[in-house]
C-alpha cells in the first residue's frame, strides 16, 4: 500500500527539515546523546518497567524470579507428555552429540563438533536455517581493526549496552573470539561487503564508539545462514538432519546427566525418542510469545521451547526480566507490521523524526533507550504520526542517506528493503519509513558458564537461549556473533565431553514427573496448559469452533 | 505507559475483519472468502490452516513459502512469497513448501576457483535451454537466467553479484525444464568468489594473530576486575568514532589498540 494522502502531507514536514538535517550531519553536529542518567530515566516508558507484565515463577530452580507472564505461563504448564506413556526402552536414534535448533547456532555446533571427531545429529521444529539468524539484517560486531579497534572497546560497549550487568566471562569469550569467528566465515566463504583490497566494510550501530559493524548487504544474517547451512550439507555422513522434528522433552540418565530427547514429528505425529552423549539446546528466542502483545520480528519457531526444556530439566534461568525490543520494527503498510528495519539505516545517517518533522532522539542510542524515546514520543507526547489502523510511528527518515551518501547508495546497500517496499508502493529512496519497537529479542535465557555449559552434566546451550551475554540489552550485531561464537564453542565442548568418555545408564523422565509434582504442590491452575508452544497459535478462532471432533494439546491439533 | 496493546489490538483486528471487504480465494481450486488485506499466508491461516511447511520467517527472506497462483482466464502463473503478496480476488494457489533440489557435496577450501567447477560439479548446467522461465519464476526479481548464462560461461563473480538476493525458496528449480537447481549453483558461486577470488581482509588476519598471541590479555583483565562505577567511567571517556569518518580513522588514544 503506498502511503495515504494524510501521510503524504506529513511527510511534506519531513522533506522540509531535511537540507538543514542533512548539512548538520555532514557538518559532524549531531542530535545530544543522553547521558547515563537520561537514558536510566527513559527507561520507564520501556515495556520491561511495566510491572503489570511480569509475575513471578513459582516452580523450578529459579522461582521467586519475576519475568514476563508470557513466559511464565509456559514455565507454569505440563509437559506435553506423559511420562509414563514413553516407552525410553525403544530408542529410535543414537549418536554422540543431538543438536536441537538448526539456526546459526546449532549449525556452527554441528561443523565443530564434526571437527573434533563427533557424530552429530541436529533435530530441528522446521527447516534447517528457519532461525531468527536468517533473519538478523545489520550485521556482525568484530574488533578486527586494531590500528584503532579492539577487543577492550567492544567489551566496553557490550557493557554500556548491557547496563553493566553482563557476564564479564562471557562478554570476554564473545569479543575475544569475534575475530576468530569472522576469519572462519571468511574461510568458509560467507560474501561480506568488502573494499576492493578485501578490507571488511563496516559501519555503526547503536552503542558502538567504533565502526565494527561488518556486513553482508542487508542480508546479513541469511547470508551467514546460508553459507553455514550449505557447510552443513556438505557433511551428510557426520551430520545427520531431521526436520519438522521438535524437541519435546530432554531425557536424562539414572546419574542426572543429559542424554538425549524425545522429538516429536510435526508431520506423522509421533513421539521419537533420540539416545545422545551430549546434548546441545539451540533453539533460540521466543519473539511469538508476543510479549505485552507487541509484533515481533521473529521467525515463526520462536517460541522458546528449549529453554522450557532445560528449565524442567534443572538449569536456571537469568536476564530474562528484559526483553529487546527493536526501535524499527515497520507499523505501515499493515501487511509489514513488526518487519525488521535494520538498524544499519541509523547506522548510514538516517534520522528518527515524530509528526512535526523533528528530531526528538539521537538515532543511535542503545536499542532500549532508542525504543524507550519512541513510545515516550507517541503515546506521552503525543508526537506520533498516527496509522490508518488506529496505532502510531515515527519517521525513519532513509532518504537522507542518499542525500549524504550519493545517489543509489540505499538502493545499494539496502535492497532487501527498497524492493519489499517498492512492491508496497514506497520508494524508500525518496519517502521515510513508518517504524515503532516491534519484539525483537530474548535478552536473556538459561544459565551458562564460557564454555557453554549448563548445571546439568553433558547439556550445553547457544544462542538467544542462553542469558548473561549481553545482560539487560543486548547491542546491534552482537546476536549474530554471539551465536557462532558460542555455537563453535559448544560444539567444540560436547565433541570434548563425549571422548572424554561418558558413563552410560538408565534414560529417565524422572525430572518431568518431579516437575509435575512440584506444579500440582504450588497449586498452579493449569488449565490444560502445555509447553512447549512449539508453533504459535494463529487459528482463526470462528474456524475452532466448528473443528468439533479435534482437540488441541496446547496450540497444536 | 498504561496503555497497553494488547486487548484493543485483537479487538480492533476483529472489528475491521467483520468490516472489511471479503474476497474469494482458491486454496489448491478450493473456495475461501478473506479480508483483502491479507498476505496469502495470512489468509492461509483465516481460512482455518495451521501452517507447518510453508512457513519460515514471515519477513520474505528465509524461502520457505514459494507459491505459484494464477488467475480464471489467465494463461500465466504468477509467483510470490506467501509472507510478502496479497491476496487478490480468484487467485487460485498452490504452495511449494519443498522441492527437492541436487546439492552437490564439496570442500570448499580445496575446490578450484575456476569457473568450470561449476560445471563439473552441476553438469545439468549446460542442458539450459534459456527459455527465461526461472527469471520469471522468481519472486526476488533476480534475473535468474542472467546468472545461469553466467555459470555457463565460467563467471563466477557475475554469478555470485547477480545472485546474492537469492532466498532459496526453489521456485526456479520447480519449473526449469532443464531440471536446474540454480539456487545450488549460485551459492556454490558465492562461496567459491567470497573465499577464493576476493581477495581476503589482511587486517582480521591480523587481528586473528593479535588475539592468539594475547595482545589484549591485560587489558581485559583490568575490564573484568573493574567495578561498576570505574567501567562506567571508562565507558564514559570512550572516544567515539564520528559517523562521517574516513575509514582510515584514529583514535586520539592508542593504549588499548594491543600489546
Redesign the interface.
Known amino acids: 500500500m503506498p502511503y495515504t494522502p494524510e501521510l503524504n502531507e506529513l511527510i511534506k514536514k519531513v522533506e522540509k527539515t531535511r537540507p538543514a538535517r542533512v548539512e548538520k550531519k555532514r557538518a559532524g553536529e549531531e542530535f545530544q546523546g543522553m547521558s547515563l542518567q537520561e537514558r536510566e530515566a527513559i527507561l520507564k516508558y520501556h515495556p520491561d518497567f511495566k510491572e503489570e507484565g511480569r509475575t513471578e515463577i513459582l516452580v523450578g530452580p529459579s522461582k521467586g524470579y519475576r519475568i514476563a507472564k508470557e513466559m511464565v505461563s509456559l514455565l507454569h504448564a505440563k509437559s506435553r507428555l506423559d511420562p509414563d506413556a514413553v516407552d525410553l526402552g525403544h530408542v529410535d536414534y543414537e549418536t554422540d552429540v543431538l543438536i536441537i535448533g538448526a539456526g546459526g547456532a546449532g549449525s556452527s555446533a554441528a561443523l565443530i563438533a564434526r571437527e573434533n571427531g563427533a557424530r552429530v545429529l541436529m533435530a530441528t521444529k522446521l527447516r534447517i536455517g528457519d532461525a531468527n539468524t536468517m533473519m538478523a539484517e545489520g550485521g556482525i560486531q568484530a574488533a578486527i581493526k586494531n590500528e584503532k579497534d579492539s577487543p577492550y572497546y567492544h567489551y566496553l560497549d557490550v557493557l554500556g549496552g548491557g547496563h553493566f550487568k553482563n557476564d564479564p566471562e562471557l562478554v570476554e569469550t564473545l569479543v575475544l573470539e569475534a575475530p576468530k569467528v569472522m576469519a572462519w566465515l571468511e574461510k568458509l566463504g560467507a560474501m561480506f561487503s568488502k573494499f576492493e583490497d578485501g578490507r571488511l566494510k563496516a559501519l555503526h550501530g547503536g552503542g558502538t564508539s567504533r565502526k565494527r559493524m561488518h556486513y553482508a548487504g542487508d542480508i546479513t544474517g541469511a547470508e551467514i545462514m546460508r553459507t553455514l547451512r550449505d557447510e552443513v550439507k556438505n557433511h551428510p555422513d557426520d551430520i545427520k538432519i531431521l526436520e519438522f522434528s521438535a524437541a519435546v522433552e530432554l531425557i536424562l540418565n539414572e546419574s542426572g546427566a543429559c542424554a538425549g530427547a524425545v522429538l516429536f514429528n510435526l508431520e506423522t505425529e509421533e513421539y521419537i525418542i533420540v539416545r545422545a552423549k551430549a546434548v546441545i539446546l539451540a533453539t533460540g528466542g521466543s519473539g511469538r510469545l508476543h510479549i505485552q502483545g507487541f509484533t515481533t520480528t521473529n521467525h515463526y519457531g520462536a517460541t522458546g521451547d528449549g529453554l522450557i526444556l532445560a528449565y524442567r530439566a534443572g538449569v536456571p534461568v537469568r536476564f530474562l526480566h528484559t526483553v529487546q525490543y527493536h526501535p524499527t520494527g515497520a507499523i505501515f503498510p499493515e501487511q509489514a507490521e513488526g518487519l525488521l528495519i535494520t538498524e544499519k539505516f541509523r547506522g548510514a545517517g538516517a534520522n528518527v523524526l515524530n509528526i512535526d518533522g523533528e528530531q526528538f532522539v539521537y538515532e543511535r542510542e542503545p536499542r532500549d533507550v532508542e525504543s524507550a524515546a519512541f513510545i515516550r514520543e507517541c503515546l506521552e507526547r503525543g508526537k506520533g504520526v498516527p496509522t490508518p489502523t488506529g496505532k502510531f510511528g515515527v519517521w525513519l527518515d532513509s532518504p537522507m542517506i542518499d542525500a549524504l551518501k550519493g545517489e543509489g547508495t540505499v538502493r545499494k546497500e539496502f535492497p532487501g528493503k527498497w524492493i519489499l517496499f517498492h512492491r508496497y508502493g514506497i520508494d524508500i529512496t525518496k519517502e521515510p519509513m513508518l517504524v515503532y519497537p516491534t519484539l525483537h529479542y530474548q535478552n536473556g535465557g538459561l544459565e551458562i558458564n564460557n564454555r557453554t555449559e549448563t548445571r546439568v552434566p553433558g547439556l550445553y546451550a547457544a544462542g538467544e537461549i542462553s542469558g548473561g551475554i549481553h545482560g539487560e540489552n543486548r547491542l546491534m550485531g552482537n546476536s549474530l556473533l554471539d551465536v557462532v561464537v558460542f555455537g563453535r564453542i559448544a560444539g567444540c565442548a560436547a565433541a570434548g565431553y563425549v571422548q572424554s568418555g561418558v558413563k552410560d545408564g538408565a534414560l529417565s523422565l524422572d525430572h518431568i514427573r518431579a516437575y509435575h509434582r512440584e506444579l500440582e504442590a504450588a497449586r498452579i491452575p493449569l488449565d490444560g496448559r502445555v509447553a512447549p508452544m512449539i508453533l504459535p497459535d494463529y487459528s482463526n478462532p470462528e474456524v475452532r469452533k466448528k473443528q468439533l471432533t479435534t482437540k488441541y494439546h496446547g496450540t497444536l491439533r | 505507559?498504561s496503555?497497553?496493546?494488547?486487548?484493543p489490538?485483537?479487538a480492533?483486528a476483529k472489528d475491521?475483519a467483520a468490516e472489511e471487504r471479503l474476497v474469494p480465494i482458491f486454496v489448491m481450486g478450493k473456495r475461501y472468502e478473506v479480508p483483502a488485506?491479507?498476505?496469502i499466508q495470512?489468509a492461509l491461516?483465516?481460512?482455518?490452516y495451521?501452517?507447518?511447511?510453508g512457513?519460515?520467517?514471515?519477513?520474505?527472506?528465509?524461502g520457505?513459502c514459494g507459491t505459484v497462483y494464477r488467475f480464471p482466464n489467465s494463461y500465466r502463473i504468477e509467483v510470490g512469497l506467501a509472507c510478502?503478496t496479497?491476496v487478490q480476488p480468484d487467485m487460485y494457489i498452490a504452495q511449494i513448501p519443498f522441492f527437492p533440489g541436487n546439492?552437490a557435496?564439496?570442500?570448499?577450501?580445496s575446490l578450484p576457483a575456476v569457473g568450470a567447477t561449476l560445471g563439473a560439479l552441476y553438469p545439468e548446467l549446460f542442458k539450459c535451454v534459456g527459455c527465461g522461465t526461472c527469471t520469471r519464476s522468481c519472486p526476488?526479481?533476480i534475473d535468474v537466467l542472467g546468472y545461469v548464462s553466467k555459470a555457463v560461461q565460467a563467471d563466477i563473480a557475475a554469478v555470485?553479484e547477480g545472485s546474492?538476493?537469492c532466498?532459496?525458496c526453489g521456485l526456479c528449480a520447480a519449473r526449469c525444464p532443464a531440471e536446474e537447481v540454480q539456487y545450488n549453483i549460485a551459492?556454490?558461486a558465492?562461496?567459491?568468489?567470497?573465499?577464493?577470488l576476493?581477495?581476503?581482509?589482511?587486517?582480521?588476519?591480523?587481528?586473528?594473530k593479535?588475539?592468539e598471541n594475547k595482545?589484549?590479555g591485560q587489558?581485559?583483565g583490568e575490564?573484568?576486575k573493574m567495578s561498576?562505577d570505574e567501567?562506567?567511567k571508562?565507558?564514559?571517556a570512550?572516544?567515539?568514532?564520528?559517523?562521517?569518518?574516513e575509514?582510515?580513522?584514529?583514535?586520539r588514544d592508542k593504549s588499548?589498540?594491543?600489546e
Not at chain 2, 491461516?45 to 482455518?48: I, K, S
Request: charged share 25%.
Open positions: 505507559m496503555k497497553t496493546e494488547t486487548k489490538k485483537k480492533a475491521k488485506s491479507l498476505t495470512k491461516e483465516y481460512a482455518g495451521q501452517l507447518v511447511r512457513c519460515g520467517c514471515r519477513g520474505g527472506i528465509c520457505a510478502q496479497v546439492k557435496v564439496y570442500d570448499i577450501e526476488m526479481d555470485a546474492f538476493d532466498v532459496m551459492i556454490l558465492r562461496r567459491l568468489y567470497a573465499r577464493h576476493v581477495p581476503q581482509a589482511k587486517h582480521l588476519a591480523a587481528a586473528v593479535a588475539v595482545a589484549f587489558a581485559l575490564l573484568k561498576v567501567l562506567k571508562a565507558y564514559k570512550l572516544e567515539t568514532e564520528p559517523d562521517m569518518a575509514e582510515f580513522w584514529l583514535p588499548y589498540l594491543g
